[in-house]
C-alpha cells in the first residue's frame, strides 16, 4: 500500500474574511472554533482573530472597504465526533447547512461537514481519518528586542 503523506502549516500565513457584520461572524467562528479547541488571539478596531484566521468588516484599514467574495475554508478536526459538535454549534450560531457531516470520496477516511457562514463563506470541517502525526501543532516564539 501507498503511503500518503501530507504538509500542514508551510503553505498559508493567514486567511483574511471582509464580512458584512462583524459581530455575527465573531459568534458563528467562535463557536466552531470553540468546539475545535482554538481560542480567539484577539481583537482589534474593526477586527477579530484566531490562529492564522483574521476576520474584518468592510471599514477596518485592512479591508480598504471591501467584501471579500465567497470563499471555502477547511478546518482540521481531531476525530468524526469533533467534526459532527462543530457541524451543530455552527447551526446553532447563524450557520446555514452546506452537508451534513458524512464520510467524502476525496480520500480514504474524509470526514467531513460543510456549513454556510453567515456570509455564505462555505466552513468545512474535517478529519482526515487516524494518521499520525509529526507535531500537533507549530509553536512560533518571537524575542522581544
Not at 462555505?122 to 482526515?128: A, D, G, K, Q
Amino acid at each position: 500500500m501507498e503511503t500518503l503523506e501530507i504538509y500542514r502549516g508551510r503553505l498559508i500565513d493567514h486567511i483574511q474574511l471582509v464580512v458584512r457584520d462583524l459581530a455575527a461572524a465573531e459568534r458563528f467562528y467562535t463557536a466552531l472554533l470553540d468546539v475545535l479547541g482554538v481560542p480567539l488571539g484577539g481583537r482589534g478596531e474593526g477586527f477579530f482573530w484566531a490562529d492564522e484566521l483574521v476576520v474584518s468588516s468592510a471599514d477596518s484599514p485592512a479591508a480598504q472597504g471591501e467584501l471579500t467574495g465567497r470563499q471555502h475554508i477547511a478546518f482540521q478536526a481531531a476525530d468524526s465526533e469533533q467534526v459532527e459538535r462543530c457541524y451543530r454549534a455552527a447551526l446553532a450560531n447563524g450557520g446555514t447547512d452546506n452537508g451534513g457531516p458524512a464520510d467524502r470520496e476525496y480520500h480514504p477516511g474524509y470526514y467531513a461537514a460543510f456549513v454556510l457562514d453567515p456570509d455564505g463563506n462555505n466552513i468545512e470541517v474535517v478529519y482526515h481519518g487516524e494518521a499520525k502525526r509529526s507535531a500537533s501543532s507549530v509553536h512560533i516564539t518571537f524575542d522581544a528586542d
